[in-house]
């Protein structure tokens, strides 16, 4: 069960934490683009930005539980 728990753990947040700075360095909305006029009370109207907030919180969110294994592998 522990061995099972810390590669499923790890290997999550590996994959995650790839994600999560491949997702932060090539997918954000380019500066140059359209976002600049769009008013900032609608920034998740935006397509590239909303696709990015979603994308980003669930490569944020598989790093948690992938720390949540780890950290259960450690307990049992």
Request: cysteine-free; overall charge neutral.
């Amino acid at each position: 069960m522990k061995i099972i728990l810390l590669l499923i753990g790890s290997l999550l947040f590996i994959v995650s934490f790839a994600a999560h700075i491949y997702i932060k360095l090539k997918l954000r909305p380019k500066q140059d683009s359209d976002f600049d006029d769009i008013y900032w009370e609608f920034e998740e109207t935006h397509p590239g930005f909303a696709r990015y907030s979603r994308l980003s919180q669930m490569a944020f969110t598989g790093m948690i539980f992938g720390a949540i294994l780890l950290f259960l592998s450690l307990v049992f």
